[in-house]
């Protein structure tokens, strides 16, 4: 069934102000969840909707966060999220951000202490409507093959662009855990080269490769960006590394809490022209017959705007025992 997104949102942020969310934090979660079910995202969208609840009932996550700003450099912020959910405190330091940069030309801000961020390229993609460069890292509980020690630790990048900024965001595993999990739930087979089992061999059941590990991307290339990651997100931004991190599925008072690192840049302190560069970029990518990054989101928001959101009924079903009527707003 397709639901119209004013709908959703209005459902979405009922429900999670009854849990005892601000009403602006509320909006916080519906945003960014909704905006991944719009972008074709389901695994970071409405489907993350019951492990936040379970989190925020059971207390590991914060319904009333006292967030704090700390200013280390001119350049350099950390948001101390006091266990915000993901989104509430992603948004917020997209907001902080954003001064910072105009003011300093580039800037750095660190989340810690948050619930799960959601979709990166909702962080990125605000950066560039608001004109600047922004990158965003974060490192997730443990998924990568070898081991798994790594998690699946997303890397997006977002910047200004005609007709739509041009938006990178992906993990360094083949696939985003959340779509094995979907299929695990679904009792579904998954895609061979996904993923290995606890012994390591290359398995199409979704079920043995959530208690195994994901294979990265390019193998020894994707496994680097994951350290990579892991040291940006991890040990920098939010002292905590995957190892360190509950699994999706631990109980949800044990909610993980990541690292989220974003960087802004303006390109106006780089002197003139970066505009016409990009806008030059893009032209010959398309020239080539290549998809330039974020094209396809847009096309899908869009779409997903006029048409409105399938949402299946089991997920309809799994939503209402919650206390989440889709059409009907929060029980």
């Known amino acids: 069934m397709k639901i119209a997104y004013a709908q959703l949102l209005e459902a979405v942020r009922g429900h999670f102000a009854a849990l005892g969310l601000a009403a602006e934090h509320a909006g916080a979660i519906a945003e960014v969840v909704l905006e991944a079910e719009l972008e074709g995202n389901s695994g970071h969208g409405l489907s993350r909707i019951p492990q936040y609840t379970h989190q925020l009932r059971a207390g590991g996550l914060n319904a009333r966060p006292a967030m704090r700003l700390e200013r280390t450099r001119p350049a350099v912020a950390i948001l101390h999220a006091d266990g915000a959910p ?193 806008a030059r970029m893009v032209g010959a990518l398309e020239a080539a017959g290549a998809r330039i990054p974020g094209a396809r989101r847009a096309a899908l928001r869009r779409k997903a705007m006029r048409e409105g959101i399938e949402v299946n009924e089991a997920l309809q079903a799994e939503l209402g025992r919650l206390g989440l009527n889709l059409q009907g707003g929060a029980a």
């Open 86 to 278: 993901g989104p509430v405190a992603g948004l917020q330091a997209v907001r902080e951000l954003v001064g910072l940069a105009q003011e300093q030309g580039s800037a750095a801000l660190a989340v810690r202490g948050a619930g799960h961020c959601g979709v990166l390229s909702a962080y990125v993609g605000r950066l560039a409507h608001a004109g600047l460069v922004g990158l965003a890292f974060a490192n997730t509980p443990p998924a990568l093959a070898p081991g798994p020690v790594l998690g699946t630790n997303p890397i997006a990048l977002g910047t200004p662009a005609e007709p739509e900024p041009v938006v990178v965001d992906t993990s360094v595993a083949v696939v985003a855990r959340g779509k094995i999990m979907g299929a695990a739930r679904r009792g579904e087979a998954i895609p061979e080269g996904w993923a290995v089992d606890r012994e390591g061999r290359p398995t199409t059941d979704a079920k043995a490769a959530l208690e195994g590990s994901l294979l990265p991307i390019g193998g020894g290339k994707g496994f680097a960006l994951g350290v990579l990651v892991e040291v940006l997100a991890g040990a920098l931004a939010g002292a905590v590394l995957s190892p360190e991190l509950p699994l999706p599925w631990a109980p949800p008072e044990q909610a993980a809490r990541p690292g989220l690192l974003l960087v802004a840049l303006d390109p106006a302190a780089f002197g003139e022209g970066y505009g016409e560069r990009v």
